[in-house]
């Protein structure tokens, strides 16, 4: 495995992807924010995510194929990216002169690094744990970029962005934390021989697939639910989540009732995947939409 496979950069393009919508897609457009991080200061913060994301990768994936003669250069190579990222986190908080807040990233590598070392094994808390980091990356930049500017006179316009940025991180989690587990599904042989305790293992893969498939629902009802009460005037957000969103959604209930083979999972995994990146990709859609009507 080379060292790109080892560190997930598909999964790092996709963070960074993310970050980036987030901030030119739509924080950038709302009128009257002046957000705390400049561009340039921006772009180190998603480094630093970035980095922290793939020390984590790395070394996750070692424990998941232990190479003891490569011990030595993992770690060092994991403590260089996670002490890199949290010192750009560092340097970040001293210039928006809130240090503490660098804890949102000290919080996220210590997450990482007890899945990746003792956690991975227990029965749900490892998916828990993954979801949790995942959506962490939009708790960054609340942190980081709007936290360090409330003041009495824009707490509600900012409780309105809060809450919209809240809505994502949870629908965020909710995926990530169904990917989990069909990551669980697709690699239940080699959880067994390793001695995790996942969801397949604990109650056999067709009972897991059927909670998988209930526990989709959820997002399929929230994206119903959100698109009738929200997006019923914005023709092109609607037409957007029903494409790219609703139809992926049910394709792949429809995909994971019959998943039987390791190729199954693997084409379930990139819909989803595939998923999230609309997922992101949905608030710049709106956000350009409500602009247009404006």
């Known amino acids: 495995m080379n060292f790109l496979q080892r560190i997930g ?12 919508i987030f901030r030119y897609g739509f924080l950038d457009l709302q009128a009257g924010l002046p957000l705390a991080l400049k561009h340039g200061h921006y ?15 790395l070394i996750n994936n070692y424990h998941a ?43 996220a590598a210590a997450i990482i690094y007890l899945y990746a070392t003792s956690l991975k094994q227990m029965l749900l808390v490892s998916n828990f744990i ?13 942190v980081y970029n709007l936290y360090p500017i409330i003041v009495p006179s824009n707490q509600v316009y900012l409780a309105t962005i809060f ?23 697709r690699d ?15 109650i056999g893969k067709d009972r897991a697939v059927k909670i998988v498939f209930a526990l989709t629902l959820v997002p399929l009802a929230l994206m ?25 959604i049910i394709y792949f209930l429809v995909k994971l009732w019959t998943a039987k083979t390791k ?14 990146l609309f997922t992101v990709i949905s608030i710049a859609v709106i956000t350009y939409n409500i602009n247009i009507n404006a």
């Open 43 to 57: 772009i180190i913060m998603v480094l630093a995510s970035v980095l922290i994301a793939a020390g984590g990768f």
């Open 224 to 248: 119903l639910y959100y698109g009738d009460k929200y997006l019923s005037n914005l023709i092109w957000s609607l037409g957007y989540g029903l494409l790219f969103m609703v139809a992926p």
């Open 130 to 142: 993954v979801a949790t980091a995942v959506a962490m990356g939009i708790i960054v930049i609340v």
């Open 188 to 202: 239940t042989d080699a959880d067994y021989n390793s001695g995790n305790t996942t969801l397949p293992i604990a």
């Open 65 to 107: 194929n232990e190479d003891k003669a490569s011990e030595g250069k993992v770690y060092t190579t994991y403590a260089l990216l996670t002490i890199t990222g949290i010192g750009l986190g560092y340097y970040l908080s001293n210039c928006i002169g809130k240090s503490m807040v660098v804890i949102v990233f000290v919080i």
């Open 263 to 276: 190729q199954d999972f693997n084409h379930l995994i990139t819909i989803l995947k595939l998923f999230l």
């Open 163 to 185: 809450d919209l940025m809240l809505d994502y991180t949870l629908f965020i989690f909710i995926i990530t934390f169904i990917l989990t587990l069909v990551y669980n599904l």
């Open 9 to 20: 950069y598909s999964n790092l393009l996709l963070l960074a992807f993310g970050l980036l």
